[in-house]
C-alpha cells in the first residue's frame, strides 16, 4: 500500500511539474537509487544491488537523451554522467560505498539547481489568473452511442 502511495504521489508531482522541477525530478530518483545502493552493498543485497543499479542508469541515460548541442555546457554534463556511471560499475564491481557516496556528491549540485529554477519558474506567475485552453474536447457515452462534444473559448458545449 505505502509503495502505492508512492507512486500516486510521485505521478501526481510529474503531472504537474514544469520542465525544470522534471530534471530535478529525475536527478532526486538517482540520488534515492543511489543511497538504497549504498543500503545494499552495507547488507549484502548484491542481487536488488543490481537492479537499482540497473534503474540509476536508466535515469543517466533519460538525462542523457535531453541534452541537446555540441556546447561547452552540454559536453561537460555528457562528461559528468559518463563519470558517474563509471562510479556506478566500479562501486558494483569492487562493493565501494564510497564510489556511490561520490556520485551523490556529483549529482546534488545539479539537482539542487534545477530544483530552485523550477521553482523559479513555477512562482513567476502575472497578476492575472491563468488562461484555461481555448478549445476543449471531450467524448461521452449514452444509450449505445458515443458523442463528442466541444467547448469552444470556455463558453458553450458544442456537438462536435
Known amino acids: 500500500m505505502n509503495t502505492l502511495i508512492e507512486k500516486e504521489y510521485l505521478a501526481n508531482r510529474v503531472a504537474n511539474a514544469n520542465e525544470a522541477e522534471l530534471v530535478a525530478i529525475l536527478y532526486e530518483g538517482l540520488i534515492d537509487t543511489f543511497e538504497d ?6 547488507i549484502g543485497a548484491y542481487g536488488k544491488l543490481n537492479t537499482s543499479s540497473q534503474k ?5 541515460a533519460e538525462l542523457l537523451s535531453t541534452i541537446q548541442g555540441n556546447s561547452q555546457i552540454a559536453n561537460n554534463l555528457k562528461s559528468i554522467y559518463v563519470y558517474v556511471n563509471q562510479l556506478i560499475t566500479e562501486a558494483e564491481i ?7 557516496q561520490l556520485a551523490i556528491k556529483v549529482i546534488t549540485p545539479l539537482y539542487e539547481g534545477w530544483k530552485e529554477l523550477g521553482e523559479k ?3 513567476q506567475g502575472t497578476s492575472t489568473p491563468p488562461q484555461g485552453p481555448k478549445i476543449v474536447a471531450g467524448m461521452t457515452y449514452g444509450k449505445g452511442q458515443l458523442n463528442d462534444y466541444v467547448v469552444n473559448n470556455g ?6
Open 121 to 123: 519558474e513555477g512562482g
Open 155 to 160: 463558453k458553450e458545449w458544442q456537438k462536435g
Open 37 to 42: 545502493n549504498i543500503d545494499y552493498l552495507r
Open 56 to 60: 540509476a542508469r536508466e535515469i543517466l
Open 94 to 100: 569492487s562493493k565501494d560505498v564510497e564510489k556511490l
